[in-house]
């Protein structure tokens, strides 16, 4: 696993959802494929090759917040597919909102994996 382009791939997810959202792209994305974790390269990992880590803290810290980011982010697609593109916005832009919470804990959790695989293997 590249940690440091998985670190990249979640942060480009705001500019995807940005761009969805003020409809400045026509990419299409359906809410229950985001929403799953499991089917993104990062998410593929954590169910397979990265299992071996089960149980080790880093590693659940991880797979938990990287389920939480895909669940906010399809929180934001729906919001825009229901027609709240405003609610959509602030959801992406305030401060303390879920999503940008669930981003840098999601980043913040891919480092500390990182750490400890270059430290036990």
């Known amino acids: 696993m590249d940690f440091s382009k998985a670190i990249e791939v979640h942060i480009m997810w705001k500019r995807r959802l940005t761009e969805i959202v003020s409809d400045k792209s026509s990419e299409k994305l359906d ?3 985001v929403r799953a974790d499991n089917v993104c390269e990062i998410g593929k990992w954590i169910y397979s090759d990265g299992i071996k880590y089960k149980g080790v803290k880093e590693y659940e810290d991880f797979r938990t917040n990287h389920a939480n980011f895909h669940k906010c982010a399809a929180s934001v697609l729906n919001m825009k597919l229901t ?4 609610v959509a916005q602030t959801m992406l832009e305030d401060f303390n909102s879920e999503y940008k919470h669930a981003t840098s804990n999601t980043v913040n959790a891919i480092t500390k994996l990182s750490d400890y695989i270059k430290q036990h293997g």
């Open 83 to 86: 027609g709240n593109s405003k």
């Open 31 to 33: 809410p229950a494929v």
